[in-house]
């Protein structure tokens, strides 16, 4: 199973990006997908979840009306799209998959993450 995310980089305050995660290996659709991120010294912390249909999202209080979770099952895709980015969105960004969907699941296969960095 791979997770392989992409579409960090360097952005100022304010701006947009949108970070994608391609799947191979496992039945995507089976899977439940999240968002994670951690800051240089600081414990790695939920952004945001999709369920197997995309039916259901939740996000972190931080985030929440900034960040969008979607995902493309045909794809094998999971997307986070970040507007109004703040320096404190700044951390390596990973993708995870879990057959379960909720707060506290565990997640089973993660990605290798993204650098994500908010300049003021």
């Known amino acids: 199973v791979q997770l392989q995310a992409s579409g960090g980089g360097l952005v100022q305050a304010g701006g947009s990006l949108r970070l994608s995660c391609a799947a191979s290996?496992?039945?995507?659709?089976?899977?439940?997908l999240g968002w994670f991120r951690q800051a240089p010294g600081k414990e790695r912390e939920f952004v945001a979840a999709?369920?197997?249909?995309?039916?259901?999202?939740y996000y972190a209080d931080s985030v929440k009306g900034r960040f969008t979770i979607s995902r493309d099952n045909a794809k094998n895709t999971v997307y986070l799209q970040m507007n109004s980015l703040k320096v404190e969105d700044t951390a390596v960004y990973y993708c995870?998959?879990?057959?379960?969907?909720?707060?506290?699941?565990?997640?089973?296969?993660w990605g290798q993450g993204t650098q994500v960095t908010v300049s003021s």
């Open positions: 999709i369920s197997w249909t995309a039916v259901n999202t």
């Open positions: 995870a998959a879990s057959l379960d969907y909720g707060p506290g699941v565990r997640y089973r296969f």
């Open positions: 290996g496992l039945t995507f659709s089976r899977y439940a």
